[in-house]
């Protein structure tokens, strides 16, 4: 019996050990094999659509379109969604963090003598690393799972198809509203992820370490440089545009009602999860070698 990744059905194994692992081994590789075809077919359905979302903002930019005030409204709930009400858990999880990174790091600098470091040390990481990341992580949970959903309903629903009927662009009615939201938010949420993780820092280095608040805050502000906040804001704008489009991207493409919308909406999570980590990864490797 052949099989198919897509398949339902298992080979049966057959006796003795040699076939079981060749078996086994057929079954491993074809789906990895599958998984790197939908991975590609993904980044090139992800292109695309980007493509179509950056043309219409164009227009937007030389006045060949407009956006009505229904469209604008639509914006503001989109920040609203995506920016305000991720304010709290976006800082709980930072404060947490930054409590962590503190304890962690003040053993392996007390051994040095130079605990009194620890801010500089917190500020760089969550500046530069912590703070978007962290930020995209909560936010491709939270808003990216949100819009694969309801495009995913939308879809199969029949909405996008009445959308095309009445002559209106999916791309410039549902894609461009959410990724105008989180590229203005996410930034905005990184920032303030910024500020609570330096000051769950420093709530930690004075309660438990004893480092006095003023002796924190100089060596913080002394070791950071507007090279680390710009880097930071490139790393958030690009983790936007990844989460919105790996949504938007999935929730077009659902079939099969409930469970398709289900399945769309953890798949769009876990490659978000996966392309923010890879682009975090290039972006570090860029600034190191050509900003260092």
């Known amino acids: 019996m052949r099989y198919s990744p ?3 059905e298992q ?11 060749r078996a086994t081994a057929v079954t491993a590789l074809g789906y990895l094999g599958w998984e790197a075809r939908e991975a590609v077919r993904t980044l090139g359905g992800m292109t695309l659509l980007a493509g179509a979302a950056v043309r219409w903002l164009g227009q937007l930019a ?10 604008w409204r639509a914006i503001i ?3 609203v969604r995506v920016g305000v009400d991720a304010v709290p858990i ?3 999880t930072i404060f947490f963090i930054g409590v962590i990174i503190v304890l962690q790091m003040a053993h392996v600098l007390d051994a040095f003598g130079v605990v009194r470091y620890v801010g500089s040390v917190l500020g760089v990481s969550i500046v530069r690393e912590l703070g978007p990341l962290l930020a995209a992580m909560v936010m491709s949970g939270f808003a990216g799972a949100a819009i694969a959903a309801e495009i995913g309903t939308m879809k199969v629903s029949e909405e996008i198809m009445a959308l095309r009927a009445s002559a209106l662009d999916p791309v410039a009615f549902l894609v461009v509203p959410r990724l105008l939201a989180c590229m203005l938010m996410i930034p905005v949420l990184t920032v303030i992820a910024d500020f609570v993780g330096i000051l769950g ?3 930690t280095a004075v309660t438990l370490l004893n480092i006095p608040a003023g002796v924190y805050m100089e060596k913080t502000i002394e070791y950071l440089v507007n090279k680390d906040m710009i880097t930071g804001l490139i ?3 690009a983790f936007a545009m990844l989460i919105c489009l790996v949504a938007c991207y999935e929730g077009f493409r659902v079939t099969g009602g409930a469970q398709g919308v289900g399945r769309a909406t953890t798949r769009s999570v876990v490659l978000s999860v996966v392309y923010i980590i890879a682009a975090d990864c290039f972006f570090t490797t860029l600034f190191y070698f050509f900003w260092p």
């Open 201 to 203: 820092g420093l709530l």
């Open 11 to 21: 080979p049966t194994p057959t006796r003795g050990k040699k076939p079981l692992v």
């Open 77 to 79: 709930a989109q920040m």
């Open 62 to 71: 030389r006045g060949r379109a407009r956006l009505t005030p229904f469209r």
């Open 6 to 8: 897509l398949s339902t």
């Open 90 to 92: 976006i800082c709980l």
């Open 235 to 237: 790393k958030a704008e």
